[in-house]
C-alpha cells in the first residue's frame, strides 16, 4: 500500500511537531515579580568556554542550585557546581514538580543582560542528567523568542514567545530530536533571567 501525499504531509506535520508543551500564564504576575526579585539577588557567574582553541566569555551570567553532589558539565569546558537549593528556587521546584509529574535535582540560570546575550542553537544531552531527560524551563522579566527544530535538515523551525511568568516544558525524548535556541537580538531588550529545572542521575532520592 502507497500513501497519498496528502496523507504523507500530514504525517509529516504531527512527527515534526515540537515534544514540547508551553504555558504562558503558568506563574501568577505577583509570583513571576517576586521570582524575578530574588533571583537578581541571586549568585551570578560569568564563565569561559572552549571554542575553536579560544577560551570565550559564555554569551550570558549563569547560576546553578540543585542536590549535593550534581555537578554538570556541558561543551566538555563549562563545569557548574550547584549550591544549596536557595527557598525561591525551592518554592518553584515544587509547583514545576506538581504540574510535570517529573523530578528535579538541579536547576540551571541563564540571565540575559540585553539583546546581545544569547545560547546557540543546541540540545540539552549531557550524560549526567540521565537518558530523555524532562527539562522545565521557566522565563522572568522582559519576553524573548524561544526557536526549536528538528535536528537535521527536515522539518520547520516552531518559535515561541517566552514571556514573564511563562513555562515551556520539554518532554523526554526531545533533546534526542529536537535543538532548541534563544537568539541575539538588536532590538532594544530589558533583563530576563531563564531558570530550567533538570534531573541528575545523583540526584537526591524524594
Ligand atoms: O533561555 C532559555 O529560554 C533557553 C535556555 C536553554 O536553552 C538552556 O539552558 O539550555
Known amino acids: 500500500m502507497t500513501l497519498e501525499g496528502t496523507q504523507l504531509e500530514l504525517i509529516d506535520e504531527r512527527t515534526l511537531m ?29 564563565n569561559q568556554i572552549r571554542m575553536l582553541g579560544k577560551w570565550l566569555d559564555v554569551p550570558r551570567l549563569e547560576a546553578i542550585y540543585g542536590d ?31 504540574h510535570t509529574g517529573y523530578r528535579y535535582h538541579i536547576v540551571i540560570g541563564n540571565r540575559y543582560r540585553n539583546g546581545k546575550d544569547s545560547i546557540g542553537w543546541h540540545a540539552d544531552k549531557e550524560p549526567t542528567m540521565g537518558e530523555k531527560p524532562a527539562i522545565a524551563s521557566i522565563s522572568l522579566g522582559a519576553t524573548c523568542r524561544f526557536s526549536i527544530k528538528p535536528k537535521g535538515s527536515r522539518g520547520e523551525t516552531q ?7 511563562s513555562l515551556i516544558f520539554m518532554r523526554p525524548g526531545c533533546q534526542s530530536t529536537h ?15 531563564n531558570w530550567t529545572f533538570r534531573p541528575h542521575v545523583k540526584g537526591a532520592r524524594r
Open 18 to 46: 515540537a515534544p514540547v508543551d508551553f504555558y504562558p500564564n503558568f506563574l501568577s504576575p505577583q509570583e513571576a515579580d517576586w521570582l524575578f526579585e530574588a533571583s537578581q539577588q541571586l549568585d551570578w557567574q560569568q
Open 68 to 98: 549535593e553532589g550534581c555537578d554538570y558539565l556541558y561543551s566538555k569546558t563549562v563545569l557548574l557546581q550547584p549550591s544549596p537549593w536557595a527557598d525561591p528556587l525551592q518554592w518553584l521546584r515544587e509547583k514545576i514538580e506538581d
Open 159 to 165: 518559535h515561541f514567545e517566552l514571556e514573564h511568568g
Open 179 to 193: 535543538v532548541h535556541q534563544v537568539s541575539k537580538t538588536a532590538k532594544p531588550l530589558g533583563e530576563r533571567i
